[in-house]
């Protein structure tokens, strides 16, 4: 519950901030956002990426689904998704967020995904790591999810 909570503070702190210094990657339409840390560099111009080193080692994708209304995910989606017991840091009107993929060892990756509701839709996004790559830098740049600034 307190762990519940705390992410939920926190998505909702960082869903209003942008860390110091982070760039933000817009998807293909610029309808959606996420932010990077500095040293993230874009894959490719306009495609909604960023890469840390390079995209075997971290890749953060945001997407846009116009006209597709948002909403939490139900328990048979959960279970169909293979979302494990805890992994499910959100499942609320405003955000769902979960860890879909977690390593077994240093060169199979970690994966978040998040959802939140668009300006005429849903943003998406997935962000896959090597180990060595914080967890937490996982986590704020799906937490950072949003409708693209104007």
């Known amino acids: ?15 209003q901030t942008t860390p110091a ?3 933000i990657v817009k998807d293909s339409k ?6 990077v840390p500095p040293d993230w560099d874009p894959l490719s111009e306009n495609t909604g990426a960023a890469v840390f080193q390079d ?6 994708v945001v997407t846009s689904q116009a006209g ?9 989606w959960q279970k169909l998704l293979g979302i494990r017991r805890g992994k499910l840091f959100a499942n609320t009107a405003r ?6 993929k977690i390593s077994k060892h240093s060169e199979d990756p970690n994966a978040y995904s ?4 668009g300006k005429a839709g849903t943003c998406s ?16 740049i799906a937490l950072s999810l949003g409708p693209a600034q104007e």
């Open 125 to 140: 996004c997935h962000v896959v790591v090597l180990p060595r790559v914080p967890e937490e830098t996982a986590k704020k």
């Open 1 to 15: 519950m307190c762990a519940t909570l705390f992410l939920s503070l926190l998505a909702s702190a960082l869903a």
């Open 68 to 76: 597709q209304a948002f909403k939490p995910l139900p328990e048979t």
């Open 114 to 117: 998040a959802s939140v509701p």
């Open 21 to 23: 210094g982070w760039k």
């Open 95 to 100: 955000r769902v967020f979960y860890q879909d």
């Open 55 to 60: 995209a075997t080692t971290a890749i953060a």
């Open 30 to 35: 610029g309808v959606c956002q996420i932010a």
